[in-house]
């Protein structure tokens, strides 16, 4: 998780740092993972860590790529939006939390996770259909709640099922040892 947390941040810094074929690499193999609107996306190595659509078409011109990445004066976005960050950045903390406190923490209800990933989905769905323009902190609010949420639901459940495939190894194993 912290590899898939970390690789999307490289970028803006390879290609501050001029290395710019391995930085184009990995905003590409983020493609298929996410929209990388710059608008929705945060920006490293800039003036501002976050642009608007608007702000954008003033400072590049009024046909600003798809996948614009950023430029020196401005700085350079990271792979994949402001709300995908920050779902694998809380998960990654999430699941860190977790191992801390394994112990006292049921898994998630369904109805709690869906309450969870509600904020998401209407933030989403209105962005979408264009009935307003979503803002950087409803993406983190809404990606932080989601993330918490996907680990809270599935990492106590995973558990059990490892301590379950342990349990039947250490068991085979005592009996081949006999």
Known sequence: MGLYAALPAMPPVLMAAGH???????????????HQLPERSFFLFGPQATYTLDELERLIGSNVPLRYIGSPALGYKMAVCQRDIVVYVTALLAGLAFALFRRRLRPLSVRAFVLFCIPMAIDGLGQLLALWDSTWWSRVVSGALFGV???WLAYPYIETGMNDVLSVVEKELERTES
């Open 20 to 34: 710019t074929s391995v930085a184009r690499l990995i905003y590409a193999l983020f493609v298929p993972l996410c």
């Open 149 to 151: 949420a996907c680990v």
